[in-house]
């Protein structure tokens, strides 16, 4: 990645808002759920985040802001776009992991399965059953973002995502192994920021739900 451009560009990794089912069930790709209550609230309060970055010390005008296409992602970028007077454009790259026959199953059932050890402590190995594996997800997350950072250099830009990729994106950024990302957490609406520059990329916040003027891009 580090060969494609010359400018630093800042990736913006957010996480959708709460729903109905988040910390109950892996929806993964299902159609049909959309942000809860609180989740279009924190959807309202990241948009409002991100709008000041423009005023604030960092002067960092958002140029784009990308979404994975399911529901609760597009309704979590939706006041992103307005606030910052932007459309939300659709990339797929951004999109859950396919869970496969895993798809809405209640957590509390999956934490009994034998394999939900390899999905915690080796996750580099482990194929969800009929869909896409750990290693897979991290490869479209990070070849899809490797895209988008050559094509706003020196630019800021938005990628609204979900838990699972945003993490193993921020595994790649660090150089931890795939197998360790689940020790990375990252909440409903929280912001996690990384500087990719033509020498490494520099993560400077993970996991942040509060103002986002005092980011050091020194």
Known sequence: MASTFTQPTLVLYVRHGRTPTTGTTLPGRAPGLHLAAEGSAQAEAVAQHLAELATGKTKKAVAAVYASPMERTQETAAPIARALKLRVRKAPGLNECDFGKWTGRRLKEL????????????????????????????AR???????????????????????????AALAAALGTPLDLFQRIVVGPCSVSAVLYTAEKPVVLTVNNSGPLTGLNLS
């Not at 394999?115 to 991290?138: H, I, K, L, N």
């Not at 070849?143 to 979900?162: E, K, Y």
């Open 111 to 138: 934490f009994r399965l034998k394999a939900w050890t390899t999905v915690q402590r080796q996750p580099s190995v482990f194929r969800f059953p009929g869909g896409e594996s750990f290693a897979e997800m991290q």
């Open 141 to 167: 997350i990070t070849g899809q973002v490797a895209d988008l950072v050559a094509q706003h250099p020196g630019q800021t830009i938005v990628c609204v995502s979900h838990a699972d990729p945003i993490k």
